[in-house]
């Protein structure tokens, strides 16, 4: 069965949502705050939202944007409604997320009609694979075939990834976007070797969907020291890739460095602004780096 998780801080509405959406065969969960949500969202891990946009403290809007930007609960269908009737609202509505949108009075009818309709999508695309389950396939490929060249996500250069991402603070996407593509630079070197050509390693993915943004990434990295072509920065145009694009290009070779240093944090670190200064490196991304590291130490020393 089904659940649905309602919210909405008048005590009739919610009720009345409550009797027509469990009489259509679906079970409920009731809010009444937009804060308590997000928490709920992420336990119950509801098969579809109905969300007020007035609600007190924390908006619709801003509820469904955060969940939305939140990997567990992204695809959770949200239907929001609102008794505001300007255009700009909805719009505004979609632009955060939402999939669908209701205007009170509500014709209840209409709402059966789309949660059907949402309802039969989710179950679709629950048939098939997300990216991160390919990415944690491609990761146990290469931890279970290569033992010897381990991916782990939580160590290595992906320590150096995470914290300049968050310092950087960059989107859900720009992140998705650039840890898929190092991912992919590591299982390309771990089973063709560090001799591997451009279109071994770009092979792996190209029948994939993820292969879009990845694929023209991979080749800006691996391009970068000796020219990109133009076809590849092109690429990287169209898509509006440039940002995740310098990103990678400091952080891979910030990771050949620290390998080629022994692992000597201030050694690799100049040695990665000096070649920033002859390969023309991002200097605000070396620079968020330098400092992501510095504060890490810091942090370290009052341990």
């Known amino acids: 069965m089904a659940k649905v998780l309602i919210i ?6 919610i009720e009345l949502f409550k009797d027509f959406v469990e009489s259509w065969g679906y079970s409920t969960i009731l809010a009444y705050q937009g804060q308590e949500v997000i928490e709920l969202a992420k336990k119950e891990k509801p098969d579809a939202i109905i969300l007020d946009v007035m609600l007190p403290g924390m908006s619709g809007y801003e509820v469904c ?25 909805r719009v505004h509505g979609f632009n955060v997320g939402a999939d669908n949108f209701l205007v009170k009075p509500v014709n209840y009818r209409e709402l059966r009609a789309i949660l059907d309709s949402l309802l039969r999508k989710k179950a679709w695309l629950e048939t098939m694979e997300s990216k991160e389950d390919v990415m944690r396939a491609f990761i146990t490929a290469v931890n279970v075939l290569e033992p010897e060249y381990t991916i782990d996500l939580k160590n290595g250069k992906y320590v150096y990834y995470h914290r300049l991402l968050r310092y950087l603070r960059v989107s859900t996407e720009v992140r998705d976007h650039i840890l898929t ?42 391009q970068y020291s000796k020219g990109v072509s133009l076809a590849i920065q092109e ?19 910030f990771g050949v460095i620290m390998r ?14 000096e070649s920033a200064i002859a390969f023309g490196y991002s200097k605000s991304i070396v ?17």
């Not at 955060?66 to 409604?81: A, G, Q, S, Y």
């Not at 690429?235 to 070779?253: G, M, R």
């Not at 080629?260 to 602004?273: M, S, W």
Request: charged share 30%.
């Open 8 to 13: 909405d801080d008048n005590e009739k509405n």
């Open 287 to 303: 620079a968020g780096l330098e400092q992501t590291i510095t504060d890490a130490l810091f942090a370290e020393s009052l341990k």
């Open 235 to 253: 690429d990287i145009k169209n898509l509006k890739l440039q940002q995740e694009a310098d990103i990678l290009v400091v952080l891979e070779n």
């Open 260 to 273: 080629e240093t022994g692992e000597d944090i201030n050694v690799a670190l100049k040695t990665l602004k």
């Open 181 to 222: 593509t190092a991912i992919m630079l590591d299982v390309g070197e771990a089973i063709f070797g560090e001799n591997k050509t451009e279109n071994e390693s770009i092979k792996i993915i190209s029948s994939l969907k993820l292969a879009k943004a990845t694929v023209p990434l991979m080749k800006y990295v691996e």
């Open 65 to 89: 944007s955060e969940l939305k930007d939140n990997p567990v609960t992204r695809f959770i269908p949200i239907v929001m409604v609102t008794a505001l009737t300007d255009y700009a609202d």
